[in-house]
């Protein structure tokens, strides 16, 4: 019995030791476990602190970059927009042509400034550009005074460039946006067919100054020189030569162009040319039409040698054109070099300087005789064939009219 109770005692001591052994360890657990809290909330609140510091300063770096794009934009709007302008000299027309003298206005560009402000105005609807986000555009009267250069000397698109500081894309668009321009604004209101009132005038004025009766204008032709088309250039090679167009142009006694045609090729024979100037003048205006079958005529060249005094007063009277193609060639010499340009474009070019022309003399503009050309008109027009039976009646009664 007492060895039963001993194990009993033992089993019973054992299970006290294991026992409070565990309760030890459950302690120890639990202090181990308060402070795994502690120590984990402390690393939380400093994980909470750090992530509220980076949401700061990513907060600030966002902020940064809006102020530096808000001011980065704001600068690039109130900047000059020439991002895609090369660098190029301008001070010749900046410094140098607004100190110009009136002579030298008429000098360069072959008007005076106040006939080139009135020609500005006359093609802004049509040739005033807008800047744009990235170029600034070239101004009205700067593009103007390009085309005109090129009218007034007939240079390469690449010293003209030099000259106004732009390129030479920009030259040649210049004198096609002005061609065109004065095509469909100039031509149409200074060459146009005069109606039957105006004929009047132009035959009063004739007769008042030439004694010249019914005469409403006199008709000449002239080469211009071109360079070779790379299509039908045979047909564009005279008996003189050389490649060109044909202009023939009717004047009247003022030396006003009133009826131009241009654009024939060169090895066209003049009697062909004025037919070509009488069926285009005709399908224009019936106005013309009417007038011719009133008496009127105008003067072409060809006359025979007999009728002296005949000669004398038509040869005074056709001054008048020869004169007017002169002044024409001497005041745009473009129209005497040879043009290497497209044929499109020296054929607009033609019309062009023929409006300059009238625009220039109607406005009273100086003409410098050292700008005539050397051979400024050519040989005169013959007459159309089918008209010569009747141009020798023509000339008969006037033959006998002046000898009266």
């Not at 096609?176 to 200074?190: G, I, Y």
């Not at 090679?237 to 050389?242: A, E, P």
Request: charged share 25%; hydrophobic share 40%.
């Amino acid at each position: 019995m007492e060895d039963v109770e001993a194990i009993v005692y033992l089993f019973l001591g054992v299970w006290l030791v294991i026992t409070a052994r565990r309760k030890v360890i459950t302690a120890s657990r639990k202090v181990i476990t308060a402070r795994r809290k502690v120590k984990f909330q402390s690393r939380l609140r400093i994980a909470r602190r750090d992530a509220e510091e980076a949401d700061e300063r990513v907060l600030e770096v966002l902020q940064r970059c809006r102020d530096y794009n808000r001011t980065y934009y704001s600068k690039l709007r109130r900047r000059r927009p020439c991002v895609w302008m090369l660098d190029r000299a301008t001070e010749w027309w900046s410094v140098i042509v607004p100190s110009f003298t009136h002579t030298q206005w008429v000098d360069n560009f072959r008007m005076s400034e106040e006939t080139y402000t009135y020609l500005c105005n006359k093609l802004r609807p049509a040739m005033e550009r807008r800047d744009t986000t990235f170029r600034v555009c070239i101004p009205l009267k700067k593009r103007v005074a390009i085309a005109l250069w090129k009218l007034a000397t007939g240079s390469e698109y690449r010293s003209i460039g030099h000259l106004f500081g732009v390129s030479n894309t920009t030259v040649c668009r210049c004198v096609r946006d002005f061609c065109a321009a004065a095509e469909a604004l100039l031509v149409p209101e200074l060459i146009r067919s005069p109606d039957r009132q105006k004929f009047a005038e132009m035959a009063a004025y004739t007769e008042n100054r030439w004694g010249l009766p019914q005469c409403i204008g006199a008709i000449d032709g002239s080469h211009i020189p071109i360079l070779a088309p790379q299509e039908y250039h045979c047909d564009y090679f005279n008996r003189k030569g050389w490649h060109s167009i044909i202009l023939q142009g009717v004047v009247d006694g003022k030396g006003h162009f009133w009826n131009v045609f241009a654009g024939m090729p060169g090895s066209m024979h003049d009697a062909l040319g004025f037919e070509a100037v009488l069926i285009v003048g005709v399908s224009q205006s019936w106005q013309l039409l009417s007038t011719l079958h009133q008496g009127h005529w105008w003067d072409t060249g060809r006359l025979t040698a007999e009728h002296v005094v005949y000669n004398k007063n038509i040869c005074s009277a056709r001054v008048v054109v020869e004169n007017a193609f002169g002044r024409l060639k001497g005041r745009w010499r473009c129209l005497m070099k040879r043009n290497d340009c497209d044929v499109k474009l020296v054929k607009s070019m033609v019309l062009t300087c023929c409006a300059l022309h009238n625009l220039c003399e109607s406005h009273g503009e100086a003409y410098d005789d050292g700008w005539n050309a050397p051979a400024a008109a050519e040989a005169g027009v013959a007459a159309a064939q089918g008209a010569e039976e009747e141009g020798t009646n023509i000339r008969e009664g006037l033959m006998r009219y002046l000898n009266t």
